[in-house]
């Protein structure tokens, strides 16, 4: 109970981590501003259900991110802050999560040490400042193996899980399914389930989290292969598996920094102890990470659920060797191990502060055009790879790109049509448009908005 009441009055001090200046920058392309324009479609639509895109149906990722993106917009208004903040919030939420999961598995010290350590892991403290799903995930995927856990040993939890499950399956791609082996784990043996303590939960699970991808397959004929294609994208059996091998493990080292090594080499010789707390560990990790081997496209944002998997080992290892070897001392030498622990924790912290956090404040110049366009009703075009922050920031329905190849910009630029175009300075200045042709909105930086006319 200490540790509980310990546990949740440092949680304050973690706030500014997530929250100071989380507002002060644009909004960045691509997934950024994509998925926060997919989230204010939401609101402007009020449709929870067919999300879209840029005047498209959008099918790459399921909602349930979304959602609580939309959620923040209604009540609090759209913005860069508030964005950021469901994921900023499920980076908490997460923490907390880590110290019960830790208090199941080992005991509080354990959850408490794996709890803090996490918030020193750079990619999980930068990706929790961004309005991206994998904070969204790793939270889910938390919750779900605690809930599977508590309703392992009392079946009131067996609801509970399903909605916990139900909200995985419905935040990304195919990426959820890897739970389920660590499910088998866990409820493998247990036999104190009868039929009638299934059906609610298998229900409440079909009904939220399979019902808005029956509805997907039967409105759109093309989703499960959709499906499909985003969550095994460029995997391939025949694949470099040692390249891809080092790819994956130099992100997971870049993803926690000096943690690596340690909690590595913990979750490998964890195995020695034949526990099933370990081997739950472990089997999350393996059934996670596999598919990586087989693809040469994988992003470090994609390991960050395995982070608490790798401080749990970590502790977890450490405080059974205390205990089984060192018993009267145990406490004595684990405060040892917290000391040189946090030699990692401050340095990795006071990175993260400067380099993701005490910032100063950015608007970008595709932000500022993009704003500006919004007050005109043309087609509004961009040249270059930032649609989805023009889209976000113009509040228009649909962005086009330019063409890319000279001769086709120029006979755009020639054309009789009326456009807006955020460009290059140097495009226009080399083609020598003529000024009769277009007008010069607004400029910042090395980028111009102009209002091409017909005349």
């Not at 779900?144 to 079946?155: D, P, Q, R, T, V």
């Not at 059934?287 to 040469?296: A, D, G, R």
């Amino acid at each position: 109970m200490k540790s509980f009441f310990l546990f949740f009055i440092i949680v304050p001090l973690f706030l500014p981590l997530f929250f100071y200046k989380l507002g002060q920058t644009s909004l960045i392309s691509w997934d950024e501003a994509w998925y926060a324009t997919v989230a204010r479609n939401i609101v402007k639509s009020e449709d929870y259900i067919n999300l879209t895109w840029n005047g498209h149906p959008y099918f790459d990722h399921p909602p349930a991110g979304y959602w609580l993106m939309a959620l923040t917009y209604k009540i609090f208004g759209i913005n860069e802050f508030w964005t950021r903040f469901p994921s900023a919030l499920a980076g908490i939420i997460s923490i907390a999560l880590l110290y019960l999961l830790g208090k199941k598995l080992f005991n509080p010290l354990v959850g408490l040490s794996s709890a803090i350590s996490l918030t020193s892991a750079t990619w999980f403290i930068f990706r929790s400042r961004t309005g991206n799903l994998d904070i969204i995930l790793t939270m889910f995927f938390l919750l779900s193996i605690l809930l599977g856990l508590m309703a392992s040993e009392k079946k009131k939890y067996l609801l509970f899980l399903a909605i916990s499950l139900a909200l995985l399956l419905l935040t990304k791609t195919m990426v959820p399914l890897a739970i389920i082996p660590t499910l088998i784990i866990i409820f493998y043996k247990k036999n104190t389930f009868l039929w009638k303590d299934l059906m609610i939960p298998i229900l409440i699970f079909s009904i939220t989290g399979l019902g808005w991808f029956i509805i997907q397959i039967i409105q759109n004929p093309g989703y499960i292969q959709h499906y499909f294609s985003i969550g095994l994208k460029e995997v391939n059996l025949q694949s470099t598996y040692l390249a891809n091998f080092k790819l994956t493990k130099d992100y997971l080292y870049y993803g926690i920094g000096r943690w690596f090594w340690p909690s590595i080499l913990s979750l490998i010789l964890s195995t020695i102890f034949r526990q099933k707390r370990f081997f739950i560990l472990m089997v999350f990790f393996i059934s996670f990470i596999l598919p990586t081997i087989f693809s040469p496209k994988v992003q470090i944002w994609y390991l960050i659920p395995l982070f608490p998997i790798l401080f749990l080992s970590y502790f977890g290892l450490t405080y059974i060797i205390l205990e089984k070897y060192f018993h009267k001392l145990r406490y004595y030498l684990y405060a040892i191990v917290l000391l040189f622990s946090s030699l990692i924790y401050f340095s990795q912290v006071k990175m993260i502060w400067y380099q993701f956090i005490d910032i100063p404040a950015f608007v970008s110049d595709e932000a500022i055009l993009s704003k500006e366009a919004g007050k005109y009703p043309q087609q509004l075009l961009v040249d270059g790879d930032f649609a989805p922050a023009a889209l976000f920031y113009s509040e228009k329905d649909r962005v086009d790109k330019a063409p890319i190849k000279q001769e086709e910009f120029i006979a755009l630029l020639n054309s009789k049509d009326e456009f807006l175009l955020i460009t290059n300075n140097w495009r226009v200045e080399n083609f020598n448009l003529l000024e009769k042709n277009y007008q010069i909105l607004k400029k910042d930086r090395d980028k111009i908005l102009i209002l091409h006319t017909i005349n």
